[in-house]
């Protein structure tokens, strides 16, 4: 049971460019979201989803799209990336049932904007 | 709106000491209560939760966490740190009920346990 992958665990982008981070869990949770770590501000919500087709936007939406077009999968788009996203980037996914289940959490994508 | 705050940024404690942690929240409703540890260089890892009854939550590795809804606190805690215990602690809160399911962190204390 691989829980929930991220991919890639590192990357560099210049100022300007685009990509997409990877995020699929296989333990068809309903639940999936898209966090940032910064040093001091924890963790801050970008977007969530609670269902393949359907998503919304967290505390901090603003430079990112995310899309769910299956249960498993989850990406996070970048359109042009900032300086200001150089940040850790966590993807999480829980059951569906009621909102007291725990998050399981990927091992993070470490982004470098220059 | 619900919110967490985590007044300290770093706890030291030695070996074999307890240890506490502390969390407020703050949200409109009744809330669900979490505690989640990130070692370095990973993702968090869920250590506990409070959803009801109880107020003294028992979770992983030893670690317990007590639910005081006059206070609106849930103070993490050991009663007997070990080295391996040094990591980040992040306490988060989910509103409920709620349409909003994700959930809303502090901002992370910082535990260091001395030899």
Known sequence: NAGVTQTPKFQVLKTGQSMTLQCAQDMNHEYMSWYRQDPGMGLRLIHYSVGAGITDQGEVPNGYNVSRSTTEDFPLRLLSAAPSQTSVYFCASSLGQGTYTEAFFGQGTRLTVV | ?115
Request: net charge positive.
């Open chain 2, 1 to 115: 709106a619900q919110s967490v705050a985590q007044p300290e940024d770093q706890v030291n404690v030695a070996e074999g000491n307890p240890l506490t942690v502390k969390c407020t929240y703050s949200v409109s409703g009744n809330p669900y209560l979490f505690w989640y540890v990130q070692y370095p260089n990973r993702g968090l890892q869920f250590l506990l939760k409070y959803i009801t009854g109880d107020n003294l939550v028992k979770g992983s590795y030893g670690f317990e966490a007590e639910f005081n809804k006059s206070q609106t606190s849930f103070h993490l805690k050991k009663p007997s740190a070990l080295v391996s215990d040094s990591a980040l602690y992040f306490c988060a809160v989910r509103d409920r009920p709620t349409g909003r399911r994700a959930l809303t962190f502090g901002s992370g204390t910082r535990l260091q346990v001395q030899p």
